[in-house]
């Protein structure tokens, strides 16, 4: 019990800190923070349940408050916001992460959690964040993915970069992952 | 760490926090399907007031805070008026700013323990599945007192690349960081064991 009440709540420091990592150009004028990332790697490190939890705790932590959304932002604003919709599909991202990792324990870590963090990290959440701002901007689903799509390929970048994340720590710590 | 709360005492820092986030609630339920730009338009200039009785530094605050939406919002404008319904984009844009601004209004007087205290309030009944109140605020706490900690630490495998390599520290410090953050959560977890654990928290 103790050892899943402080995973779940060093997990969450990190994605908060992962928000305020400086973030990487990839085209000019569209920042990539490494936030996202870190929702994937909770689900493929500490499995669908908790890293869902994590998540949550993280997002109780930005609703009390406290600025670690990645720019510094917070408070209760950001969940009415036209980007919402991502906020609301952050824990889901990370459940189907994991799970999908859980679920390919046949093949290679690396796969799996590539997997799992594309499906989970980039589709399943994408999902979200497009329905949260069709619902308060009242545009059509064409409108807004193409105002999203510049974002997309920094977000498969990093669920590459979470699926070899999540190798490494299996290799270094192979009890910490907990998709194995 | 630094909770977006203003540290001046305004009349809004008075009321409490459960009465604020109902009327928020409130208010937000009965703006949303709104489509008269004169009700939004009017209740954004309500919002600015509240501001405007707060003094100065919840103007700047509640400014900074909205700069990184500002953008979306101007995209969302100019999609409206592509689509040749610049009405229904200001309407849309003014509830967006006034929902937003409220509910920083909101954050921004009132206090982190109080707002921890409604959260705690309202878990209670997940006391039936085993998650007693007081562990989410342990978690809680846990993760306020370590977000500096895995800063810091951060921060220093970030020097120690700048010291080894003329390139900018990118995604190799991840790894690391990751590893040395989920190393810390079991010596953490060993430490709360050795004092008895959650156990004591649920009965004292």
């Not at chain 1, 085209?27 to 929702?39: D, K, N, T």
């Not at chain 1, 324990?105 to 959690?113: E, F, Q, T, Y």
């Not at chain 2, 209004?105 to 009132?110: A, E, F, G, K, S």
Request: charged share 10%; aromatic share 8%; with cysteine.
């Amino acid at each position: 019990m103790e050892r899943t009440v402080t995973r779940i709540a060093l997990f969450a420091a990190l994605i908060a800190v992962l928000g305020l990592f400086p973030s990487f150009m990839l085209f000019a004028g569209v920042p990539i923070s490494a936030q996202s990332l870190g929702v994937m790697l909770a689900g493929t490190i500490l499995g669908a349940r908790r890293g869902a939890l994590a998540v949550l705790l993280f997002l109780a932590l930005v609703a009390l408050g406290l600025p670690l959304l990645a720019g510094g932002r917070g408070g209760l604003g950001v969940f009415v916001g036209p980007t919402a919709g991502f906020l609301f599909g952050f824990p889901v991202a990370a459940y189907v992460a994991g799970l999908i990792a859980q679920k390919l324990r046949r093949v290679d870590l690396l796969v799996s959690a590539t997997a799992g963090a594309l499906i989970g990290g980039v589709l399943v959440l994408y999902v979200f964040g497009a329905l949260g701002m069709m619902l308060v901007t009242e545009l059509g689903f064409a409108q807004v993915l193409a105002t999203l799509s510049v974002f997309i390929p920094g977000d498969i970048i990093k669920a590459v970069l979470c699926g070899f994340l999540t190798r490494s720590i299996f290799m270094a710590r192979p009890s910490l992952v907990a998709t194995r | 760490m630094l909770a977006l709360t203003l540290e001046t005492h305004t009349w809004l820092h008075r009321i409490p926090a459960p009465a604020k986030l109902f009327a928020l609630v409130v208010v937000t339920v009965l703006l949303l399907p709104v489509t008269d730009l004169r009700i939004t338009g009017g209740f954004l200039i309500i919002v600015t007031l509240l501001y405007a009785s707060l003094g100065g530094i919840a103007i700047r605050e509640g400014v900074r805070l909205f700069r990184p939406i500002l953008l979306i919002l101007l995209v969302i404008l100019a999609w409206h008026v592509v689509l040749g319904e610049p009405r229904a984009g200001l309407v849309i844009c003014a509830r967006i700013l006034a929902l937003v601004a409220l509910a920083n209004l909101v954050t921004m007087t009132t206090r982190l323990d109080d707002m921890i205290a409604v959260v705690t309030w309202l878990l209670s009944p997940l006391r039936r599945f085993g998650l007693a109140p007081s562990t989410f605020g342990l978690a809680v706490a846990l993760t306020i007192r370590s977000i500096p900690v895995v800063l810091m630490k951060a921060e220093a495998l970030r020097m120690a690349w700048r010291a080894r390599s003329a390139r900018r520290p990118g995604v190799q410090t991840l790894f690391p960081l990751a590893l040395m953050t989920l190393d810390d959560a079991e010596h953490m977890s060993d430490a709360l064991r050795a004092r008895s654990g959650l156990a004591s928290q649920e009965t004292g």
